[in-house]
């Protein structure tokens, strides 16, 4: 049976991806995306007034791809908001046919639309289209493939260009002579330098129907601004006539920024502790446009070579802007890590030096700029800058003779941030600084809570009948185990790198631990030698001959260092080997010391002092119950028992509520700038935070002994009175629950993929242990129908995705816990947090139909 399924299920990639033309308008239907839909408020959002927009004719319906239901997280309207949707969710790639016939269709209405290479590789990877938003405002868009339909005719809203001349000679280092002509792509010779005349206003340039910026190819590496008057493009024009002309007034607009050696406008540099040095000493510096489009347009620059002290390394830096926006978004990458690199501006004399708030929570984007009589078009013309970077990715703010300086954090040689300028004399111009600061305000708020989209391909949905199989939920959950083995689960041994925190691999719970033991579960029921082989590949890397852990610091006594813990309980096991013997004693004795509350709580971790989460109870308890039950006998064993449930006894007394949900965190102590100051606790209920609650409660009762009955009698009243309360919040609609669970529909809310990954694992795991009564069956399978429905991403060369994961959320060091702080961080596709429990609750999915059948 599950040979058959596996195969139809590769029948079906294999048909949708060779006809999307023929049947499947005719076969997309999905219950879950036409009762969301339903349900929307009729768009009552204008189109772009620069953009004309055509009748959708009937034929595309049986071309359609993807629907889309894209949702304002922001309480003010959106103008030409970019949505971006990969090809490879459509089960496209740029070479297919279909991905130039691709159209997006909202209300009937044509919008325009772009192929776009959004991570400057030069290839084609996703389709962008802007619509507008009221606030809080959610659209429905669906996707086609037809080549009958007539595409929207749409003004020309960015552009991006390097021009280079042709016909003359060097003399020198200047170029004599010649024309000038636009290419894709060049490498200036050895010979070239500032004021050459050989690359028109000698740079690439980039520009919006707002703004244009330069970039200097040479030694100087300046980023300039050239202000505008109009809203067509103009840098097709710009020093055509000789190299003064964007120096003076024009109908057009001007030069209006005077960078010296300074950043600039967004540039960047080397801080050496005084002064910013710029990226001057190259070996090569190329310059390739990647996009040029009417919505959408970008360049790289290559720098071979840069010289940094003693050390060289490569830089590729890609820009790119779109339709109706001033700012232009840097991705920078190196091929080394590079501390102390730094961006910012230049520093004019009589300018006011404007900061964003630093203490805004999670992963949220903030500000520096920069306001006052710094253009050069007139003495009293007001221009404002600024750069717009992650909160957490600064070190300090600081400033050199020419420039104001920010000064990064290394992440592994990547940095993601965005520049702008604002000059008064837009059409609409910005005119005080009141206003530019609102403006900011605006637009770190729009970039940190970013539209909610939820996504349903054709080919997804044709991958999706008949799910409650026991075949079927196997399969989902081997097919995500396979795609992520093969993307990135084996990159995460020691020594090698962590994708999503940016740095290198660590012995951590997610992966290490949560992902790895998944692995190790679904070989139980479905047995394959590389999920054997990733346990030692990847959790048993870091443990030394000797047993010890590489990068275990035990002086941070933090509770999620101990889950991995249970992968080593299994080798050791498996393997007999001492090492893994000794790294588990090590653990275990390491709890014994572990800071505690006045109750016996362990606290999250040192920097978390006097703090209970629920996500630490999932974290240590279970290894400790595991460890006592294997290795442990006699009153020492029923002490370790005692004490793990104590921990469920401290979590339902202190952070249960009336309303049966569970807060995320308690502070005994107080203190804690999140934790009320009469109760000490945090103030939202998170659904994955009871997820980790909710896996640790079944997790246990597997090594529980009968003959504790008094301990696993509170574990079963708990489990029994958690599942009463829990499936209170299940969306009735979808089956799934919220991102803060008692809060459905609310501004910038979603359904969020982790927390129902682990509900389900814990309801189905729970029904097949006999913990939980029959009647819990239907809210186990309609939360795992909604897990599999809302939540995967069937991809053309057979791997799937899960969608809409939380990337990570917690208390502390500038997260204050508030709802506003858990709609600020990311939100991801294939995290291990919610890999490991969507292969777990496949595995009890396919245990509970397998009972059944």
Not at 792 to 800: E, M, P
Request: glycine share 8%.
């Amino acid at each position: 049976m599950q040979d058959d399924f596996n195969q139809r299920f590769e029948r079906v990639i294999t048909l949708i991806s060779m006809r999307h033309d023929k049947t499947l308008g005719a076969i997309f239907s999905i219950s879950l995306m036409v009762a969301a839909l339903a349900g929307c408020s009729p768009d009552q959002s204008k189109q772009a007034t620069n953009t004309e927009t055509t009748s959708t004719p009937s034929a595309a319906v049986n071309h359609q791809l993807a629907q889309l239901e894209v949702s304002n997280a922001n309480a003010f309207a959106l103008d030409r908001e970019p949505v971006f949707i990969p090809l490879y969710d459509l089960g496209l790639d740029a070479n297919n046919p279909k991905a130039q016939q691709l159209a997006i269709k909202s209300d009937e209405q044509i919008l325009p639309s772009q192929l776009v290479d959004t991570d400057g590789d030069e290839t084609l990877d996703a389709l962008l289209f802007n619509a507008d938003f009221a606030s809080a405002q959610t659209r429905r868009f669906t996707v086609s493939a037809d080549p009958s339909i007539s595409k929207p005719v749409v003004k020309k809203q960015t552009q991006a260009e390097i021009s280079i001349k042709e016909g003359g000679e060097w003399q020198g280092k200047e170029y004599v002579g010649g024309t000038f002509k636009n290419v894709d792509r060049v490498t200036p010779p050895p010979q070239y330098t500032d004021h050459s005349y050989w690359i028109r206003y000698e740079g690439p340039g980039i520009e919006s129907d707002k703004v244009g910026y330069r970039i200097y190819l040479d030694w100087r590496n300046g980023f300039d601004i050239f202000g505008k008057k109009v809203h067509e493009m103009v840098l097709q024009n710009v020093g055509q006539d000789g190299y003064d002309s964007y120096h003076h007034n024009a109908d057009w607009g001007v030069d209006v920024l005077k960078v010296g050696k300074s950043l600039g406008m967004g540039g960047f540099g080397f801080w050496n502790g005084k002064s910013v040095e710029l990226v001057s000493q190259v070996d090569t510096r190329d310059a390739i446009i990647t996009n040029n489009g009417d919505l959408y347009s970008g360049f790289i620059i290559n720098y071979k070579g840069w010289q940094i002290n003693d050390t060289k390394l490569d830089l590729k830096a890609h820009f790119t802007m779109t339709a109706g926006s001033r700012l232009v978004k840097v991705d920078l990458n190196a091929s080394k890590e590079i501390p102390n690199f730094a961006i910012g501006m230049v520093k004019h004399p009589g300018t006011t030096l404007l900061q964003g708030n630093t203490e805004k929570s999670g992963y949220a984007w903030t500000y520096v700029g920069s306001w006052g009589k710094q253009s050069l078009s007139g003495p009293d013309d007001h221009l404002g800058m600024a750069i717009i970077f992650r909160r957490g990715d600064r070190q300090e703010q600081t400033e050199d003779e020419s420039s104001y300086v920010s000064v990064m954090n290394d992440n592994g040689g990547n940095l993601e941030y965005y520049f702008l300028a604002a000059w008064e004399h837009e059409l609409d111009g910005i005119k005080t600084e009141a206003d530019f600061k609102a403006y900011l305000e605006r637009e770190v708020d729009r970039l940190t809570k970013a539209p909610r989209i939820r996504f349903e391909s054709t080919l997804s949905a044709e991958a999706k009948q008949n799910l409650l199989t026991p075949e079927s939920a196997l399969s989902w959950a081997k097919k995500l185990a396979d795609s992520e083995l093969d993307r990135k689960t084996l990159k995460y041994h020691y020594g090698g790198w962590d994708e999503y925190r940016r740095r290198p691999a660590k012995f951590e719970y997610d992966v290490a631990g949560l992902q790895i033991q998944a692995l190790q579960d679904l070989n139980g029921v479905s047995p394959d030698q590389r999920y054997v082989d990733a346990a030692e590949i990847v959790t048993g890397s870091f443990v030394t001959e000797e047993g010890n852990i590489h990068t275990f610091p035990p002086e941070l006594f933090s509770i999620d260092l101990t889950n991995p813990g249970r992968v080593l309980i299994l080798l050791e096991q498996r393997t007999g080997k001492e090492k893994y013997r000794k790294a588990v004693d090590y653990l275990r004795n390491h709890l014994k010391i572990h800071p505690r509350t006045s109750e016996g709580a362990f606290w999250h971790r040192a920097t978390y002092p006097n703090q209970l989460w629920l996500d630490g109870v999932y974290m240590g308890i279970p290894f400790l119950i595991q460890y006592a039950s294997i290795y442990e006998t006699g009153a020492v064993q029923h002490a370790s028992f005692k004490e793990g449930i104590h921990e469920f006894d401290i979590t339902r007394n202190r952070l249960r509520a009336d309303n049966g949900l569970y807060i995320h965190a308690w502070d005994e102590s107080k203190e804690a700038f999140w934790a009320d100051k009469e109760t000490g606790l945090a103030s939202q209920y998170w659904s994955r935070g009871m997820g980790w609650l909710a896996m640790a409660m079944v997790d246990v009762l597997d090594y529980l002994p009968e003959s504790e009955t008094d301990l696993r009698k509170t574990m079963l009243d708990m489990v029994n009175e958690f599942a009463a309360d829990i499936i209170r919040y299940q969306d009735p609609e979808t089956g799934t629950w919220w991102q803060i669970t008692d809060k459905p529909g609310e501004l910038a809310n979603y359904r969020e993929s982790t927390g129902t990954a682990m509900f389900t694992y814990f309801l189905a795991k729970a029904l097949n242990n006999g913990y939980l009564p029959a009647e819990y069956k239907e809210p186990a399978l309609k939360a795992y129908q909604g897990l599999i429905k809302e939540f995967v991403t069937v991809h053309a060369d057979g791997k799937i995705s899960m969608t809409n994961q939380c990337l990570v959320a917690g208390l502390g060091f500038g997260r204050d816990g508030s709802y506003d702080y858990y709609m600020t961080e990311r939100i991801v596709s294939n995290d291990p947090k919610g890999n490991g429990p969507f292969i777990m609750a496949g595995i009890e999915i396919y245990k509970l139909l397998k009972q059944a059948q």
